[in-house]
């Protein structure tokens, strides 16, 4: 009906992935088959009692009406406090800006930077967001390919050679999804001089930067020159089990985050005072449900990756954060597309397409290993026998048999 009505910005705009095989999975459970959920990428622990409570007196208190659009003071001087202790970052609560989730800062800031014919450099395996509101506001994406022989490091030296007079925004993600790799100091080194002698501002997306398996490496806004030309993402989702409070925020320049909460305005008027309410119990209150979450999920990054490197046609570099597995999966005749659909359809486990994260992820598997060690166990076991059964017959993906 409304294929010639559409606006052209529309066409590049393109949904996520895992929210669709979630759906493709719960759509299989309704018929009866057990799923193995390795699509989402949401912790499988609760939220932490102490935030929910704050939540729950927040409600009681009456937070219940709009806020200041740029996110409650408290919550901003959480934020701050946080950022000081977490990332060597000296910020102030007037650069905080607080959203409904961390995608609203990858838009806005875009939004508020880009136009069009405007480069913007981004890693690719990557967080698809990032093409995707790209080329909505008329953008052009430059991809920087993660590879598998470097551990899916950034490649510095691509990264800097396609950097042109065009650019205007530089995207790091560090700990990777979906790749779990993470930038090094010397990485964010050469990144940093480039940023700063060609006037460039950087997204860092930092959402996983607690969920780290050994050293972590230093936020790039702690380097000489980097603190008013990058925009940091951070938020509640994965670090404090929030996923479905919806609450994220963004630390950049003050002009900026003027712009920014101009747009909230617009799109949302402000983030619910309750949550946010309940954000500042998470940052200001024990930490120590965040310490054992990581440790959880280190022994289940042993083992899932140990067993994966044990299938024929597999192989898997063991992520240094986030809590992802990317294996590449190889058998003949079939893309990496056609054996995720056959593991959902015939062997009952929902994982996604490396490609769904951009062309570079063509021939991987992103398998997030956030649920428990039982079910991690059963997934593994189907998908060993699903392989085994496609190599025998790489016809079955297509039959569905």
Same mark, same amino acid.
């Given at each position: 009906?409304?294929?010639?009505?559409?606006?052209? #910005?529309?066409?590049?705009?393109?949904?996520?992935?895992?929210?669709?095989?979630?759906?493709?999975?719960?759509?299989?459970?309704?018929?009866?088959?057990?799923?193995?959920?390795?699509?989402?990428?949401?912790?499988?622990?609760?939220?932490?009692?102490?935030?929910?409570?704050?939540?729950?007196?927040?409600?009681?208190?009456?937070?219940?009406?709009?806020?200041?659009?740029?996110?409650?003071?408290?919550?901003?001087?959480?934020?701050?406090?946080?950022?000081?202790?977490?990332?060597?970052?000296?910020?102030?609560?007037?650069?905080?800006?607080?959203?409904?989730?961390?995608?609203?800062?990858?838009?806005?800031?875009?939004?508020?930077?880009?136009?069009?014919?405007?480069?913007?450099?981004?890693?690719?395996?990557?967080?698809?967001?990032?093409?995707?509101?790209?080329?909505?506001?008329?953008?052009?994406?430059?991809?920087?390919?993660?590879?598998?022989?470097?551990?899916?490091?950034?490649?510095?030296?691509?990264?800097?050679?396609?950097?042109?007079? #065009?650019?205007?925004?530089?995207?790091?993600?560090?700990?990777?999804?979906?790749?779990?790799?993470?930038?090094?100091?010397?990485?964010?080194?050469?990144?940093?001089?480039?940023?700063?002698?060609?006037?460039?501002?950087?997204? /860092?997306?930092?959402?996983?930067?607690?969920?780290?398996?050994?050293?972590?490496?230093?936020?790039?806004?702690?380097?000489?020159?980097?603190?008013?030309?990058?925009?940091?993402?951070?938020?509640?989702?994965?670090?404090?089990?929030?996923?479905?409070?919806?609450?994220?925020?963004?630390?950049?320049?003050?002009?900026?985050?003027?712009?920014?909460?101009?747009?909230?305005?617009?799109?949302?008027?402000?983030?619910?005072?309750?949550?946010?309410?309940?954000?500042?119990?998470?940052?200001?209150?024990?930490?120590?449900?965040?310490?054992?979450?990581?440790?959880?999920?280190?022994?289940?990054? #042993?083992?899932?990756?140990?067993?994966?490197?044990?299938?024929?046609?597999?192989?898997?570099?063991?992520?240094?954060?986030?809590?992802?597995?990317?294996?590449?999966? /190889?058998?003949?005749?079939?893309?990496?597309?056609?054996?995720? #659909?056959?593991?959902?359809?015939?062997?009952?486990?929902?994982?996604?397409?490396?490609?769904?994260?951009?062309?570079?992820?063509?021939?991987?598997?992103?398998?997030?290993?956030?649920?428990?060690?039982?079910?991690?166990?059963?997934?593994?076991?189907?998908?060993?026998?699903?392989?085994?059964?496609?190599?025998?017959?790489?016809?079955?993906?297509?039959?569905?048999?």
């Amino acid at each position: 009906m409304f294929e010639n009505t559409l606006a052209e #910005r529309m066409r590049p705009l393109a949904g996520e992935s895992a929210f669709q095989v979630l759906a493709a999975a719960n759509a299989l459970e309704a018929r009866g088959m057990k799923v193995i959920h390795f699509e989402i990428g949401e912790p499988d622990f609760p939220t932490p009692q102490h935030i929910v409570e704050a939540g729950k007196a927040a409600l009681d208190s009456g937070q219940t009406r709009y806020c200041n659009a740029q996110g409650l003071p408290a919550l901003r001087e959480a934020i701050v406090e946080y950022t000081r202790a977490y990332k060597g970052v000296d910020a102030k609560p007037s650069e905080v800006v607080v959203a409904s989730g961390g995608k609203p800062i990858i838009f806005f800031t875009i939004c508020a930077l880009v136009n069009p014919g405007d480069e913007v450099i981004y890693p690719n395996p990557g967080f698809p967001t990032y093409e995707s509101v790209i080329g909505y506001v008329g953008g052009v994406p430059v991809p920087v390919v993660l590879k598998d022989e470097n551990q899916f490091r950034l490649g510095v030296d691509e990264l800097t050679s396609k950097i042109s007079p #065009r650019t205007k925004l530089l995207v790091l993600n560090s700990p990777s999804n979906p790749t779990g790799s993470l930038l090094e100091e010397e990485d964010l080194k050469v990144v940093a001089a480039a940023a700063t002698r060609r006037g460039i501002t950087v997204l /860092s997306d930092e959402v996983y930067s607690r969920i780290v398996f050994g050293e972590s490496t230093p936020c790039i806004a702690t380097l000489p020159g980097m603190k008013e030309r990058t925009v940091i993402l951070d938020g509640f989702s994965k670090t404090y089990c929030m996923t479905g409070w919806r609450l994220g925020y963004g630390i950049m320049h003050e002009e900026l985050a003027e712009k920014v909460t101009r747009l909230i305005v617009n799109a949302a008027s402000c983030t619910p005072p309750f949550i946010q309410s309940a954000g500042i119990a998470a940052l200001k209150g024990p930490q120590n449900s965040v310490d054992a979450m990581v440790a959880e999920f280190a022994q289940r990054r #042993r083992f899932i990756v140990d067993a994966l490197n044990e299938m024929p046609g597999v192989s898997c570099q063991s992520p240094r954060g986030a809590f992802y597995a990317y294996p590449r999966v /190889s058998v003949d005749g079939l893309t990496s597309r056609d054996i995720a #659909r056959f593991l959902l359809n015939s062997a009952g486990v929902a994982l996604l397409d490396g490609a769904a994260f951009g062309r570079a992820g063509d021939g991987y598997l992103r398998i997030s290993f956030a649920t428990s060690m039982p079910l991690i166990e059963e997934g593994i076991k189907r998908i060993g026998m699903a392989l085994a059964a496609l190599r025998d017959d790489p016809k079955r993906a297509f039959s569905g048999s």
